[in-house]
């Protein structure tokens, strides 16, 4: 069982602003990253160090987190953001990483 | 530009062993340290192992705990996994991944354990 936890399926009209969360115990010592992957592919880094967007990701992506939990927004969502998100940290020991269940985004 | 490629994977009989290795290039990778991530058919993805940029330390999932083993190569910019006593459970797409902040992560390499 993950030691993060995701709603597993979220939906946002198209257009509109969604927010996917994630919480566990160890986002209370060690920073979120966010992974998007869709079908078939690998996992794309879209957020890490909280509110850190990589190159090439839009900014329509963005990070935020408070006690232990973790939370990825996307603003104006559009039909290429239909994925499924992964939030992933350290855990308490700061050695190994967790990753959350994954939440399965659907643009309607 | 960093890549990364992952080899090693194949269909492999229930208790036998497999190699896997990850081919780094375009940083320095005998500064960072590496790990493992995999992803089951149809599931999430649940972190295996890492080891540190000198190969000294290296830790692993309670799953694979005694069966995998992960190593490197720094003269070779090589990341490599061994896995013995596959179980059925072991079948999954393997990442390997960078330890830095902005973690970048090969395409996979599938594993399939299956008589």
């Known amino acids: 069982s993950s030691e993060l936890t995701q709603d597993p399926a979220v939906s946002v009209a198209l257009g509109q602003t969604v927010r996917i969360t994630c919480q566990g115990d160890?986002?209370?010592?060690?920073?979120a990253s966010w992974y998007q992957q869709k079908p078939g592919q690998a996992p794309v880094l879209v957020i890490y160090n909280k509110n850190n967007r990589p190159s090439g990701i839009p900014d329509r992506f963005s990070g935020a987190s408070s006690g232990n939990t973790a939370s990825l927004t996307i603003t104006g969502a559009q039909a290429e953001d239909e994925a499924d998100y992964y939030c992933?940290?350290?855990?308490?020991?700061?050695?190994?990483?967790?990753f959350g269940g994954g939440t399965k985004l659907t643009v309607l | 530009q960093v890549q990364l490629v992952e080899s090693g994977g194949g269909v492999v009989q229930p208790g036998r062993s497999l190699r896997l290795s990850c081919a780094a290039s375009?940083?320095?990778?005998?500064?960072?340290?590496m790990h493992w991530v995999r992803q089951a058919p149809g599931k999430g993805l649940e972190w295996v192992a890492v080891i540190s940029y000198d190969g000294r330390n290296k830790y692993y999932a309670d799953s694979v705990k005694g069966r995998f083993t992960i190593s490197r190569d720094n003269s070779k910019n090589m990341l490599n996994l061994q896995m013995n006593s596959l179980r059925a459970e072991d079948t999954a797409v393997y990442y390997c991944?960078?330890?830095?902040?902005?973690?970048?992560w090969g395409q996979g390499t599938l594993v399939t354990v299956s008589s």
């Open positions: 375009g940083f320095t990778f005998s500064s960072y340290g």
């Open positions: 991944a960078t330890d830095y902040d902005s973690s970048d």
């Open positions: 992933n940290s350290r855990d308490s020991s700061g050695n190994h990483w967790v």
């Open positions: 160890s986002l209370r010592s060690s920073y």
